[in-house]
């Protein structure tokens, strides 16, 4: 019994000591033990501010009228894969090397439209938010990407 005890003991401290070295480490880590040089925006979340979640039907209308530029955040792979008609690829990853191609046709008036695999993907917000540091204007994000296109039966392209 005494060496059980010791044993979970043991577990439970070497798996916080992991916690809190993973927690330092990371770029969105906690202020556990310091006082966090991050500031904390306390406005409502930049996503309302900035950008307007749009639902399936609603990209489905711009997209087919020609009034957005939809792109996808996802990996090459994946929109090689299949991606929503229309649709340019920008991945997350590759978007300083791939902006200059996009720029000049990205300043219009025109909608922009970004989306990733689906609601559990961020790479939509933050190719949203790379795009608005680049002064780009009028960006929607469809949250519910290829998971919620795909769902609601949508064709796609390959």
Known sequence: MKRTVL??????????LIAIMYN???????PLFKKSDKKIDK?????????????????????YNHEAILIDARQSSLYKEGHIPGSVSL???KFEDMFPGFESRLKSDQIIV???IGISCEDSFIL???????GVNSIMIYKGGMEDWLEKGYDIEK
């Not at 044993?7 to 916080?16: G, H, Q």
């Not at 330092?24 to 906690?30: E, G, I, M, Y």
């Not at 979340?45 to 711009?62: C, D, M, P, R, W």
């Open 128 to 134: 949203a938010m790379k795009l608005h540091k680049k």
């Open 91 to 93: 991945p997350v990853s």
């Open 24 to 30: 330092n480490a990371s770029n969105n880590s906690l």
């Open 114 to 116: 970004t989306y990733c």
């Open 7 to 16: 044993e979970i003991f043991a577990i439970i401290t070497v798996s916080s």
């Open 43 to 63: 406005s409502p979340k930049q996503s309302n501010i900035y950008f307007q979640e749009v639902e399936a039907e609603y990209v489905k209308q711009l997209v």
